[in-house]
């Protein structure tokens, strides 16, 4: 299986303030078809999570550009550019490169 | 608008059955690159996937859940059901239906609010 590895587990971060999240995968993610399916989730308190990146680096339709998504092969990252108070909750990195699709652990974020 | 919506039992015995359908509005289940998926959540813990169906009908589990799981979909009721046979308290948490769209975006796109099961005697 393709184990997904989210760092830091948490982040406090000021309002504004840049933020920054890792994801590191045991396998590499680009498929045969040479796309890499990893996505970027975000599950705020009591809510079901939502899609805010898709194939490493595109925004999903209504997600504010603050959110960005980089990384190719085995490495890459979430950063929101200014954080907004609506942010908080945890993130997940997932993939669907291949079978089981897996998720990391989540990140947690909270506001400074 | 798309909008899933998960019924079943919330409390379940173990060595149960457990049988979840997910009601779609919005999105014909036969649709071109249309998987429906189901995946659960423990309390406090990460997202676990468990099954996806596709328009197709070609579905695909997870392993790891050892032959408990069926996943099938009647497009004319528009639902989608899991069935995890012999449960056990570690399956308790909140079960999310998922669609899921192949080629682009290739993600899980829109999830239902979920429903929580609690295995317990």
């Known amino acids: 299986d393709f184990v997904l590895t989210q760092t830091p587990l948490s982040l406090t971060v000021a309002l504004g303030q840049p933020a920054s999240i890792s994801c590191k995968s045991s396998?590499?993610?680009?498929?045969?078809?040479?796309?890499?399916?990893l996505s970027w989730l975000h599950q705020r308190p009591g809510q079901p999570p939502r899609l805010l990146i898709y194939?490493?680096?595109y925004r999903f339709s209504g997600v504010p550009d603050r959110f960005s998504g980089s990384g190719t092969g085995t490495d890459f990252t979430l950063q929101i550019s200014r954080v907004e108070a609506d942010d908080v909750g945890i993130y997940y990195c997932t993939q669907s490169t291949k079978f089981p699709l897996t998720f990391g652990g989540g990140t947690k974020v909270e506001i400074k | 608008q798309i909008t899933l919506k998960e019924s079943g039992p919330t409390l379940v015995k173990p060595t149960q059955t457990l049988t979840l359908t997910c009601t779609v509005s919005?999105?014909?289940?036969?649709?071109?690159?249309?998987?429906m998926a189901w995946i659960r959540q423990p309390p406090g813990k990460t997202l676990e996937w468990l099954a996806v169906?596709?328009?197709?009908?070609?579905?695909r589990y997870n392993s790891s859940l050892r032959n408990r799981l069926t996943i099938t979909k009647d497009a004319s009721k528009d639902q989608v059901v899991l069935t995890m046979t012999n449960v056990d308290p570690v399956d308790t948490g909140t079960y999310y239906c998922?669609?899921?769209?192949?080629?682009?975006?290739?993600?899980?796109?829109?999830w239902g609010q979920g429903t929580l099961v609690t295995v317990s005697s």
């Open positions: 919005g999105l014909s289940l036969n649709t071109d690159g249309v998987g």
């Open positions: 396998q590499s993610l680009v498929n045969t078809d040479g796309h890499t399916y």
């Open positions: 169906i596709y328009w197709d009908d070609d579905r």
């Open positions: 998922v669609q899921r769209q192949e080629g682009s975006p290739g993600a899980f796109v829109q």
């Open positions: 194939k490493s680096s």
